[in-house]
């Protein structure tokens, strides 16, 4: 599956954004879908990840209760709802995708496709 990233932008901390993600192939049900974000001079870290078709979500400890992760089946489209956003969110946001078992869903290295990454800038 090949997947497209978009929605970034420049906004003032307290303000929201909605990351999208677009598969170009078919995401079949279970399959992992993960958010990452990279900060300059940082490591890729996990943000958030839900299973395709199916109620779970999961999220870093920084988002929780500001972002939410969420599907379009019908458009094959992941998003990621960005409230109450702060400066130390900014950051390049990937999405990624996998529908292997992995010991763990947090790693990048989990993950086999991946989006070209969008940028988002909080001011403060």
């Known amino acids: 599956v090949q997947l497209q990233a978009s929605g970034g932008g420049s906004v003032q901390a307290g303000g929201s954004l909605r990351l999208s993600c677009a598969a170009s192939?078919?995401?079949?049900?279970?399959?992992?879908l993960g958010w990452f974000r990279q900060a300059p001079g940082k490591e890729r870290e996990f943000v958030a990840r839900?299973?395709?078709?199916?109620?779970?979500?999961y999220y870093a400890d920084f988002v929780t209760g500001r972002f939410t992760v969420s599907g379009d089946i019908a458009k094959n489209t992941a998003y990621l709802q960005m409230n109450s956003l702060k400066p130390e969110d900014t950051a390049v946001y990937y999405c990624a995708a996998t529908n292997a078992w992995r010991t763990s869903y947090d790693l990048p290295q989990s993950y086999d496709s991946w989006g070209q990454g969008t940028l988002v800038t909080v001011s403060s």
């Open positions: 192939g078919q995401i079949s049900t279970g399959y992992i």
């Open positions: 839900m299973i395709w078709n199916i109620e779970g979500t």
